[in-house]
């Protein structure tokens, strides 16, 4: 599958940023395992910082086929690394780094709904909500985030 998504994750440096995935979803008779890839990013308030996100997942779903439609239930686990740059002039602060770097381990409930277009390819639309553990100022903070995630794969 590709996907385009929206996240919102409260991790301090950017509420929402969007990102594009792509996935292998790997079927058996009543579970999906299921692995994505994804990056994206966007500008802090005021546009000072510029965060970029790279992320992957593994999930557990379980399949539930209900008509010309499948829906699939479970849990994720990931790890997302995050770089903060900041744009423009310098700050007046100079203990404000111009550039962070973060690594974070999250944990989801997920819930996909695939739909079939044509033959073998489906349309996916996707939602995970949970938590970040986020290393940020020298202490772990655990953060919300909800993902929300469209895309189109093929089957095979």
Request: charged residues 15%; hydrophobic residues 45%; neutral net charge.
């Amino acid at each position: 599958f590709v996907d385009g998504g929206f996240v919102y994750a409260q991790t301090g440096a950017i509420p929402m940023a969007v990102e594009a995935g792509l996935s292998y979803d790997y079927a058996l008779p009543a579970w999906h395992l299921l692995g994505r890839l994804a990056y994206g990013g966007g500008d802090s308030s005021y546009a000072v910082y510029q965060v970029t996100r790279t992320s992957a997942q593994a999930a557990l779903l379980r399949r539930l086929p209900l008509a010309s439609i499948e829906l699939g239930l479970g849990m994720d686990l990931g790890l997302a690394h995050f770089v903060q740059n900041r744009q423009g002039t310098p700050l007046v602060d100079p203990h404000t780094p111009d550039h962070l770097e973060a690594t974070a381990g999250a944990a989801h409930a997920v819930l996909v709904l695939d739909i079939a277009i044509a033959g073998r390819m489906s349309l996916r639309v996707g939602w995970r909500g949970g938590a970040t553990l986020l290393r940020a100022n020298c202490a772990l903070r655990l953060r919300p985030e909800l993902l929300a995630t469209l895309g189109v794969g093929i089957h095979f």
